[in-house]
T-cell receptor
Framework: DAKTTQPNSMESNEEEPVHLPCNHS???????IHWYRQLPSQGPEYVIH???SNVNNRMASLAIAEDRKSSTLILHRATLRDAAVYYC????????????FGKGTRLSVIA | GAGVSQSPRYKVAKRGQDVALRCDPI?????LFWYQQALGQGPEFLTY????????KSGLPSDRFFAERPEGSVSTLKIQRTQQEDSAVYLC?????????FGPGTRLTVT
């Protein structure tokens, strides 16, 4: 399975932007980059996904490097509710493929 | 609308007991996944259904683990003769067009 590398933990101040990096140097041409997050005591939830172009939605933005070997999840204004483990996952376009989770990045938000 | 639900939320079993964990996916979702999450780790894939067909069970750790989805909606994960190493959170997910929706999980503790 394609693998991703993320920092174990990051910290942010509330209401500041957060940039969560992910390296995926062995990405294949058909791999989409998916981000999920897991709040304490909850199941993971979908955040965003993309293939080549940068993507925006109501939760976050996804910036994808031109060579696709890395990507960055951007939370524009971190809130205390954004404290979670963030997972960067390579998978197919649809949701019908088992997801391969790493350990993710634990984001702490400081008031 | 209603999300993915799982029951029970917590289960304590004595070593050697059998347990059954239930998942109610989002209505109309064809694909259903089971994952196991050990403490401090990301979720790991166990098995996958499309309607009632179990298409992939490569992640089931032993023949003590069995999953079914007889009518293509509700699914049950059964663990026979539980062992301490089975203690984990068991997550169920059903898939939309490009994302998976996770339930809150069942925390199984084997004593």
């Amino acid at each position: 399975d394609a693998k991703t590398t993320q920092p174990n933990s990051m910290e942010s101040n509330e209401e500041e932007p957060v940039h969560l990096p992910c390296n995926h140097s062995t990405i294949s041409g058909t791999d989409y980059i998916h981000w999920y997050r897991q709040l304490p005591s909850q199941g993971p939830e979908y955040v965003i996904h993309g293939l080549t172009s940068n993507v925006n939605n109501r939760m976050a933005s996804l910036a994808i490097a031109e060579d696709r070997k890395s990507s960055t999840l951007i939370l524009h204004r971190a809130t205390l509710r954004d404290a979670a483990v963030y997972y960067c996952i390579l998978s197919g376009r649809s949701g019908n493929t088992p997801l391969v989770f790493g350990k993710g990045t634990r984001l702490s938000v400081i008031a | 609308g209603a999300g993915v639900s799982q029951s029970p939320r917590y289960k304590v079993a004595k070593r050697g007991q059998d347990v059954a964990l239930r998942c109610d996916p989002i209505s109309g979702h064809v694909s259903l996944f089971w994952y196991q999450q050990a403490l401090g780790q990301g979720p790991e894939f166990l098995t996958y259904f499309q309607n009632e067909a179990q298409l992939d069970k490569s992640g089931l750790p032993s023949d003590r683990f069995f999953a079914e989805r007889p009518e293509g909606s509700v699914s049950t994960l059964k663990i026979q003769r539980t062992q301490q190493e089975d203690s984990a959170v068991y997550l169920c997910a059903s898939s939309g067009a490009y994302e998976q929706y996770f339930g809150p999980g069942t925390r199984l503790t084997v004593t």
